[in-house]
């Protein structure tokens, strides 16, 4: 009984040592994350094998990890920039990424945990810079806002492609003009369409006054031809026609009486 107690305290410290050092070693890696093992006694980060995926892991004590999410992530940008003449256009961005999950261990080794303010971020602004002044405030206002949407995407795309970050889109949500310089280019684009809807007025009325000319040119050709066919004898048999379905109206009252000098008859009187 005297031994328990000098046995009983070294197997208490050793239990405890033994606790702290799992509990120091163990790391949880969260959904959608992955870690980047740094080996305090070895060569330093990992970047030969895989990182740590998700779930539970045993490290050494004296190794860190290092945790990035890994999911598709959204960063939103406010950027004031130049039109190709000198006018600043502010433009709101947002860009959908994520680091290269194979690449991560040179990722962290080479550039760090804050990459998208390093690289990302300064690489999205060079690349609106370059692109939006290469156009017209009207050409951004109206227009191009797809074709600058995608320049700025394939511009940035390239450079950061190389910097184990994977660029999804793009996307520029809105692009703001001084108030005058948007001002005028209302005013002109509701001149263009007046003009436009003038000249579809003109084309209109030019197009009937067209048609008119050919049904009236078409009546003619056809009275011409009519007039061309027709001879005394016809005549005489379309006045008889006319004459009996008047006769054989209820409502007529006739008198019939010869005159002309082919002596077709009158008919007179009525209800």
């Known amino acids: 009984m005297d031994k328990l107690p000098k046995i009983a305290l070294p197997a208490?410290?050793?239990?405890?040592?033994?606790?702290?050092?799992?509990?120091?070693?163990?790391?949880?890696?969260g959904s959608g994350e992955a870690g980047v093992l740094y080996k305090t006694l070895g060569d330093g980060v990992v970047t030969d094998k895989p990182p740590l995926s998700e779930g539970f892991h045993i490290v050494a004590p004296?190794?860190?990890?290092?945790?990035?999410?890994?999911?598709?992530?959204?960063?939103?940008?406010?950027?004031?920039?130049?039109?190709?003449?000198?006018?600043d256009i502010q433009l709101d961005a947002s860009a959908w990424y994520m680091p290269e999950y194979d690449q991560l261990g040179f990722l962290h080794?080479?550039?760090?945990?804050n990459?998208?303010?390093r690289i990302l971020l300064p690489t999205i602004r060079s690349a609106a810079r370059s692109v939006v002044g290469r156009y017209t405030p009207e050409q951004?206002?109206?227009?191009?806002?797809?074709?600058?949407?995608?320049?700025?995407?394939?511009?940035?795309?390239k450079i950061v492609s190389n910097q184990y970050i994977v660029l999804d889109d793009i996307?520029?949500?809105?692009?703001?003009?001084?108030?005058?310089?948007?001002?005028?280019?209302?005013?002109?684009?509701?001149?263009?369409?007046?003009?436009?809807?003038?000249?579809?007025?003109?084309?209109?009325a030019d197009k009937e006054a067209q048609r008119q000319v050919i049904e009236a040119q078409g009546k003619a050709d056809a009275n011409r031809i009519l007039s061309a066919?027709?001879?005394?004898?016809?005549?005489?048999?379309?006045?008889?026609?006319?004459?009996?379905?008047l006769a054989q109206?209820?409502?007529?009252?006739?008198?019939?009486?010869?005159?002309?000098?082919?002596?077709?008859p009158l008919i007179l009187g009525n209800n």
């Not at 066919?229 to 379905?245: N, P, R, V």
């Open 62 to 87: 004296w190794n860190k990890v290092f945790i990035y999410e890994v999911r598709r992530m959204e960063i939103f940008e406010k950027m004031k920039v130049l039109s190709s003449n000198g006018l």
């Open 140 to 157: 951004l206002y109206s227009s191009k806002r797809d074709a600058i949407q995608a320049e700025i995407f394939e511009e940035t795309k």
């Open 229 to 245: 066919s027709l001879t005394d004898k016809i005549l005489q048999d379309k006045g008889i026609e006319a004459t009996l379905m």
């Open 115 to 117: 990459y998208v303010q």
């Open 12 to 29: 208490v410290f050793i239990i405890l040592l033994l606790v702290i050092i799992i509990s120091k070693s163990a790391v949880v890696i």
């Open 109 to 113: 080794q080479r550039i760090g945990e």
């Open 171 to 204: 996307l520029v949500r809105d692009v703001t003009l001084p108030p005058t310089i948007k001002d005028a280019i209302e005013r002109k684009l509701r001149q263009e369409q007046e003009s436009l809807e003038y000249e579809f007025r003109l084309e209109k």
């Open 249 to 264: 109206s209820p409502n007529a009252k006739v008198v019939v009486v010869g005159s002309g000098d082919a002596g077709l």
